[in-house]
């Protein structure tokens, strides 16, 4: 019987966070791995989308950096109660140690991102460990989820393959006699949304309802944090490596600032020269063409 059900949008985000305070919730899935529903779908979700997901926040970081800019005061402007020259001889002292903290972080960008492929990191190796009896689904629960694709029913996307559709009929199979259950999700097609409260969508409660003859209690979240704190507190099942009220907080306020966690598909832009269009890549991490030729210009000029 499985009480809690994670969306693979959630585990990525352990991939997306520099907060410290996050990694603690490791320890608590840990704890309570028997009570978490996890598809085999889920599982090839966060593997095949963690490394990008690290990618572009690591980027992010990286550009951050890259985008502080040297400041030079007009020294010819100098008097007796003014110091510019020295002022510039420091501002350029602090512009060479933001270099070699680029090359540093560039390197502990490659090494971070290798750890990842290989699975080698804090968190894959965590997750191998919850990952570790992922249900797989059979032939009649893959035609029921493909019915559901076909017929438009949440969860999943019109253009996504077959995934979403395919754990949401695991989950009511392996739910059942559950008195109380808990769906932690940033995936906005199994709910609705007001004021960081989230409704889940009509058709799934109904059909988690209809699959249990107890009628149970069934709770919805889009924080971790907030989930994991409210299961503690509302199931006989304790959780003693939760983190503290302070730490919840913390994470609860990076969970909703943060984006929904998706994978971004390839952008091109248009690039006209010598009379031919042509298109240029845009890379994870830059938001707009504008900010990666911006990024392209300043490092030649260090060329």
Not at 52 to 64: I, K
Not at 139 to 160: F, L, S, V, Y
Request: contains cysteine; glycine residues 2%; hydrophobic residues 35%.
């Amino acid at each position: 019987m499985k009480q809690i059900f994670i969306d693979a949008n959630i585990y990525l985000s352990f991939f997306d966070s520099n907060k410290p305070e996050l990694k603690k919730l490791l320890n608590s899935l840990l704890e309570i791995r028997n009570n978490l529903f996890i598809s085999s779908q889920i599982v090839h979700e966060v593997n095949r989308n963690k490394l990008d997901v690290a990618q572009r926040s690591l980027m992010n970081h990286f550009n951050n950096l890259a985008n502080i800019k040297p400041i030079n005061l007009p020294e010819h402007l100098e008097v007796k109660s003014t110091n510019l020259k020295n002022w510039n001889t420091e501002s350029n002292e602090i512009n060479k140690k933001q270099k070699e903290l680029q090359k540093n972080l560039e390197e502990l960008i490659h090494k971070t991102l290798e750890e990842i492929m290989r699975s080698d990191d804090k968190v894959s190796q965590t997750f191998s460990i919850l990952f570790g009896d992922a249900l797989e689904a059979s032939e009649e629960e893959m035609q029921a989820a493909r019915h559901r694709k076909e017929i438009g029913n949440p969860p999943g996307k019109p253009n996504d393959a077959l995934g979403d559709q395919v754990s949401w009929e695991l989950f009511k199979k392996h739910s059942i006699n559950s008195a109380k259950i808990w769906i932690i999700t940033k995936d906005s097609d199994y709910y609705t949304a007001f004021k960081n409260r989230i409704y889940l969508n009509p058709l799934l409660y109904n059909e988690l309802i209809s699959v249990n003859s107890n009628c149970p209690s069934i709770f919805c979240f889009k924080s971790l944090a907030e989930g994991l704190k409210h299961f503690n507190q509302d199931s006989l099942k304790k959780i003693d490596n939760l983190p503290t009220e302070e730490e919840l907080k913390i994470i609860t306020q990076e969970e909703f600032s943060d984006s929904e966690t998706t994978v971004q598909k390839p952008q091109f832009f248009p690039i006209v020269g010598q009379g031919k269009l042509t298109y240029m890549h845009l890379p994870p991490g830059f938001n707009s063409p504008i900010h990666y030729l911006n990024y392209l210009r300043a490092f030649d000029s260090e060329e």
